[in-house]
C-alpha cells in the first residue's frame, strides 16, 4: 500500500441499508477527512479526525458517523442510505491541519442510493 | 458567508498560456492552496500561498494578493494533459479549508 486506499471504488446501494466506506493511509499522517464532491460544488467536508481517537463534524455531517481508532483506518458509515447522498466520497489525509498543508486524497469512492 | 469563486470553464490551444483566476471571501485568511484533479481521479496538490506575490513550480506559477482576495494560476506551455479540473481553496481564521467548485481547463491541438 502506498498513500491513501479507500473501498470499494464503486457502489450501487438500495435506500436504507447501512454502507461503510473504508480508508486506510500508511503515511502516519495524524490528519483524515472525508469529503464528498459533487457536480458543480466544491469538496464539503462531511468529518474530520486530527489524531487518533479523536472525531469532528465538518460542513454536512448529517447521515453519516466516523470512527478512528488508530492512525491509519478512518471508516465512513451511512447508517441508513438516502438517495441525496448519491455522490463521490474522498478520504485524504495530511501531516499538519487541513489548513496549513498539503491533503493526500485517496482515488475515490462512488455511491449511488437509489 | 464564505466564498471561492472560480470561472467554471476554460478552453486553451496546447502550446499556449492560461491564467485560471480565483476571488474569495472568508471569515480570515491563513493560505491558498491549487489542486490539480484529472477527470474520475483524485485532486493532487499544486502549490500554497500565505504571502503576497508569485510562487513558479516549473510550468506552473500561483500569484496571490491577500489586499484583493484575489489568486490566480498560470499555466504555460500547455499539453493535452494538462486538460483538467483546478480547485482553489483557501484556509479561513479557523484553519478550515473552504474549497471552490473548480474550473475545467479544456486543451484543444
Known amino acids: 500500500i502506498a498513500g491513501i486506499t479507500q473501498a470499494p471504488t464503486s457502489q450501487i446501494l438500495a435506500a436504507g441499508r447501512r454502507m461503510t466506506l473504508r480508508c486506510t493511509q500508511d503515511?502516519?499522517?495524524?490528519?483524515m477527512y472525508w469529503y464528498r464532491q459533487d457536480l458543480g460544488l466544491g469538496l464539503r467536508l462531511i468529518h474530520y479526525?486530527?489524531?487518533?481517537?479523536?472525531?469532528g463534524k465538518g460542513e454536512v455531517p448529517d447521515g453519516y458517523s466516523v470512527s478512528r481508532a488508530n492512525t491509519d483506518d478512518f471508516p465512513l458509515t451511512l447508517a441508513s442510505a438516502v438517495p441525496s447522498q448519491t455522490s463521490v466520497y474522498f478520504c485524504?489525509?495530511?501531516?499538519?491541519?487541513?489548513?496549513?498543508?498539503?491533503?493526500?486524497f485517496g482515488e475515490g469512492s462512488r455511491l449511488t442510493v437509489l | 458567508g464564505q466564498n471561492i469563486d472560480q470561472p467554471t470553464e476554460m478552453t486553451a490551444t496546447e502550446g499556449a498560456i492560461v491564467q485560471i483566476n480565483c476571488t474569495y471571501q472568508?471569515?480570515?485568511?491563513?493560505?491558498l492552496f491549487w489542486y490539480q484533479q484529472h477527470a474520475g481521479e483524485a485532486p493532487t496538490f499544486l502549490s500554497y500561498?500565505?504571502l503576497d506575490g508569485l510562487e513558479e513550480k516549473g510550468r506552473f506559477s500561483s500569484f496571490l494578493s491577500r489586499s484583493k482576495g484575489y489568486s490566480y494560476l498560470l499555466l504555460k506551455e500547455l499539453q493535452m494533459k494538462d486538460s483538467a479540473s483546478y480547485l482553489c481553496?483557501?484556509?479561513?481564521?479557523?484553519?478550515?479549508?473552504?474549497w471552490g467548485a473548480g474550473t475545467k481547463l479544456i486543451i484543444k491541438p
Open positions: 485524504a489525509s495530511s501531516g499538519g491541519g487541513a489548513g496549513t498543508g498539503e491533503l493526500f
Open positions: 503515511m502516519r499522517h495524524n490528519a
Open positions: 479526525s486530527n489524531t487518533a481517537g479523536t472525531t
Open positions: 472568508t471569515s480570515g485568511f491563513n493560505g
Open positions: 500561498n500565505v
Open positions: 481553496a483557501v484556509t479561513d481564521s479557523n484553519y478550515q479549508l473552504i
